[in-house]
């Protein structure tokens, strides 16, 4: 039988479990997609960090995607800067909009901190303070301000709820999730917009081939030989299927009106537009953002029918503030949807 991607991504469905959440985080997308909807705010869908492919059922060794859920969470901040109301399906324990400022750091959090009053431990205070009768526990002057800047936006937007955290692991609660919320998305019209700069696995093990519990060394068959080379000549082959390609899924049948942005990520440089040009072409969405692992924060190039155009950081001076590039990125994107809203309200194509 010719299986289309049609029937490959309608077997993906019927074969794999949803996860367990499935049904809670979409009951939590519906009522936040219709606060938002009544509030007439634009919502994006952002999702963030990279999939998990497991090789067990009771999962001990799993492959996974490249992705610190750096680009993710620091976008988040930046739509909901310019109004969007925010799902964040975002890998677990990924980066996290907000939080992102005082977590994977090179500091650990506590090094932000220091005991109220202790002698010396807070250099802007000269270490003229007398040790406090109670000790308290207070940001370092240092870092005050841009704390307490990152402190107010985090609780605006906690306040409005203008922020959706739902989380995802594996590549399979990935597409189930991306489904469910994309479905919900749809009274949204050109409102929606998806953001999609999660790194999802291409390929994975199905079920009928899963191991239930961890694969045991002492089970993986010799390959032959004396078995006196490195791992006594056993190795490990994993068999792994194509995971099917959801983009032009999502693009035709569950956000049919939404602007859907994806990202494409590429090690050589000499293939990073032809890639981005590809997969315009194959799923005829709206925009590609193309960018290369080495130079990611620095770069990226955004690719649609239009045409081509990179979006580069300014040269950081010695004094000047390294601009982050989302703050780049997403006024880009915002434009883009604005005029797709303006050109569909006038009935303009293109
Ligand atoms: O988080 P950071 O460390 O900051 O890194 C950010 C990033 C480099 C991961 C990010 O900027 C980025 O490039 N993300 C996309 C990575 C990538 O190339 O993903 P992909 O090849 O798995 O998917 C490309 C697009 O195809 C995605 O938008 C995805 O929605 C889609 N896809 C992928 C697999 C699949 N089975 N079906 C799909 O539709």
Redesign the pocket.
């Known amino acids: 039988m010719n299986i289309t991607p049609e029937l490959s991504e309608t077997h993906y469905f019927e074969t794999n479990l949803p996860p367990s959440t499935l049904a809670e985080h979409t009951a939590l997308a519906n009522a936040f997609v219709k606060q938002h909807h009544d509030a007439k705010r634009p919502v994006v869908l952002l ?4 999939t998990t492919v497991p090789l067990e059922n009771q999962t001990v060794r799993f492959i996974d ?8 969470a ?1 976008s988040a901040e930046y739509f909901l800067s310019h109004g969007y109301a925010v799902i964040f399906l975002h890998r677990q324990f ?2 996290l909009p907000f939080s992102r400022h005082y977590s994977h750091s090179t500091n650990c959090f506590l090094d932000f901190l220091s005991e109220w009053g202790r002698i010396g431990e807070d250099e802007e205070d000269g270490g003229k303070a007398e040790q406090a009768a109670t000790p308290d526990v207070v940001v370092k002057a240092k870092y005050r301000q841009e704390m307490l800047s990152v402190l107010r936006k985090y609780q605006e937007a906690k306040k409005k709820n203008l922020l959706l955290l739902l989380p995802f692991t594996t ?1 399979t609660s990935y ?1 189930f999730t ?1 489904k469910a919320l994309a479905c919900e998305m749809q009274c949204l019209g050109n409102e929606a917009l998806f953001y ?7 390929f994975f093990v199905p079920p009928s081939r899963m191991a239930e519990h961890k694969i045991q060394s002492g089970d993986i068959p010799s390959l032959g030989g004396d078995g006196s080379g490195v791992g006594g000549g056993k190795k490990l082959i994993v068999d792994l299927d ?7 899924r ?1 693009v035709e049948q569950w956000a049919p009106q939404a602007m859907i942005v ?5 090690t050589d440089p000499q293939m990073l537009l032809s890639k981005c040009r590809q ?1 315009l072409e194959r ?1 005829s969405h709206h925009l590609v ?3 290369l ?1 080495s130079t ?2 620095r770069e ?1 190039v955004f690719v649609d029918r239009e045409g081509i155009e990179w979006i580069r950081t300014p040269e950081a001076g010695q004094d000047s503030e390294e601009v982050e590039i989302e703050s780049l990125i997403v006024p880009a994107v915002i434009r883009k949807h604005q005029e797709m809203l303006e050109r569909r309200k006038t009935g303009a194509k293109k």
């Open positions: 999702t963030s960090g990279g995607n490249f992705s610190a859920g750096t680009r993710g620091t990924s980066l590549v597409l991306l999609l700069a999660a790194a999802v696995s291409d194509p995971v099917p390609k959801f983009l032009k999502l994806s990202f494409k990520l590429e997969s799923y953002i193309g960018n692992l990611r924060k990226v």
